[in-house]
């Protein structure tokens, strides 16, 4: 029978739920890291043992950890107390240095700070880890102040890849409320050349030659809060999902707006339909209907929790526009949270199950595509980011 | 010997346990005993000082003998009383630090 693995990251730690196929019962280990803020954590598709997590602090930094037994241990990569033969201390993996070579790091522009002065890029920490679809030695990290970095030697040592940021649209990239982050990065089966990202507050960005070159691709996207509400650049992307038998449809939950695009991000058009409330964090796409979506609106960019204090998803069967709430299980009243960008995913078993984390400590689950939702684990520290592994 | 006393979430993540104990060759700075630090724990880089400019982070502080060394310049000669062991050099995490996200 199939298992199921769900990574938890929280201000306070990782947690990691187990539970059969059945997804009734679940085990919660934990916290690892305890005591840090774990922004995510994810397993690599090619060796679903092979775990990343980004373990970082205000006081401390960051720190990058591997697990290659499914998170029963952990590891600094390279952080050991051996020395190379040149008497070099080990402990590269958390060192995220900005690109400023001649040849490669041509950009390093500024970026614009929220009181619209122009600041240099600042290391702080990473929001989001993408292990590579076949090789679990390669891992993308999303970083604020915003760039990409990948390691290929499984977090041991990370280089960016700096034609993100020279592409020269830097100095009008501005930090959204929780810092100027790179947050999404999605990864194309079939063309392995093209990643998406998303930054807030730049946008979405694709390359289509592995990272060498990249574009915006937030033609349609409306923003209020720029001056030019159709900017090329300077849009509060929250989230991008993909279904990866589709990679050219992909779904976007701004700031403001529920979003859609058919042709790879190069024109974006507008399906929040009759949602309460187009702000929210997250959105995701079903397991195996590409056309259902699910979100979770948030009241506003000022009062984030669900609308009446109300915790309800909504789910889309159309691809958009057309919404229904789900709410059983879920609380209908005097709910207060939120459910933060990272906190969505879903797995792969035949009736799809999805789950999300709430900023009050809930994991919830729903074994039948949303249906009906239970709460598998509900005092845990705010929840920053969930992640499913079906396991066979 | 210098004796080296690290915030608790350090500990944990260079799995030692109580002080750490250390010899310096030379003079004993700052900038020195944290070198040797990071010589011996190299998870700790990054996590005290900043990986490239070596600047102590924000909301960590240095103490000695009772006395904030946190902005004193980074290759000032330590207390004797460091030096010899007799008292420790202490890093302290501030009490502060923020959720920004």
């Not at chain 1, 090789?135 to 990290?141: N, S």
């Not at chain 1, 990370?158 to 930090?175: D, S």
């Not at chain 1, 947050?183 to 998303?198: F, M």
């Not at chain 1, 730049?202 to 996207?221: E, S, V």
């Amino acid at each position: 029978m199939s298992k199921l693995r769900v990574l938890v990251g929280t201000r306070k730690g990782a947690f990691i739920l187990t539970s059969d196929g059945r997804r009734e019962n679940w085990d919660v280990s934990g916290p690892h890291f305890a005591g840090w803020e774990v922004y995510h954590l994810k397993g690599s598709p090619a060796d679903p043992n092979r775990i990343y997590a980004s373990q970082s602090s205000s006081w401390s930094g960051q720190v990058i950890q591997r697990s290659s037994d499914g998170g029963k241990t952990w590891e600094a990569p390279g952080g050991g107390v051996t020395t190379s033969p040149e008497g070099f201390p080990r402990g590269e993996s958390n060192r995220f240095v900005y690109d400023t070579s001649a040849e490669t790091g041509k950009p390093l522009t500024t970026h614009q700070f929220y009181d619209g002065t122009q600041q240099p890029w600042v290391f702080k920490r990473v929001w989001h880890l993408e292990p590579s679809l076949n090789d679990p030695e390669t891992v993308y990290a999303g970083v604020e102040d915003a760039a990409l970095f990948r390691s290929t030697d499984g977090a041991h040592s990370w280089h960016e890849l700096a034609g993100l940021r020279g592409h020269g649209t830097g100095p009008k990239w501005q930090p959204g409320a929780g810092g100027m982050c790179l947050h999404t990065i999605v990864l194309d089966e079939k063309n392995p050349g093209r990643i998406y990202i998303a930054i807030s507050a730049a946008g979405a960005f694709r390359t289509d030659d592995g990272g060498k070159t990249w574009r915006p691709i937030n033609r349609g996207l409306k923003s209020q809060y720029i001056p030019d509400p159709d900017a090329e650049v300077g849009h509060c992307v929250h989230r991008i999902a993909m279904h990866r038998s589709r990679p050219d449809v992909l779904f976007m939950q701004k700031h403001w707006d529920v979003m859609r695009s058919d042709n790879g991000g190069d024109l974006w058009h507008e399906v929040s339909g009759n949602l309460p409330t187009d702000f929210g964090f997250v959105i995701d796409v079903h397991a195996h209907e590409p056309e259902t979506i699910y979100v979770i609106p948030i009241k506003s960019d000022s009062e984030h929790f669900p609308p009446e204090g109300k915790l309800r998803v909504y789910r889309s069967r159309t691809g958009g526009n057309e919404w229904e709430p789900l709410t059983k299980g879920l609380p209908q009243r005097d709910c207060y949270v939120n459910v933060l960008r990272d906190a969505m995913a879903v797995d792969s078993l035949d009736k799809c199950g999805v789950y999300f984390g709430t900023t009050g400590g809930q994991v919830y689950a729903s074994a039948d595509a949303g249906d009906s939702w239970v709460p598998i684990v509900r005092d845990l520290p705010p929840v920053l980011s969930v992640e499913v592994q079906t396991l066979t | 010997m210098i004796r080296v006393i690290i915030p608790a979430h350090l500990r944990t993540l260079a799995h030692v346990e109580g002080e750490v104990k250390l010899e310096i060759e030379g003079q004993a700075t700052q900038r020195s005993v944290l070198d040797a630090l990071e010589a011996r724990y190299p998870v700790l880089r990054g996590t005290i000082r900043d990986q490239v400019t070596k600047e102590r982070r924000p909301f960590l502080r240095f103490f000695a003998c009772a006395e904030d060394w946190s902005l004193e310049p980074p290759d000032a000669p330590l207390p004797d009383a460091v030096t010899t062991g007799a008292e420790p050099f202490l890093i302290i995490g501030a009490i502060a630090g923020g959720q920004d996200r």
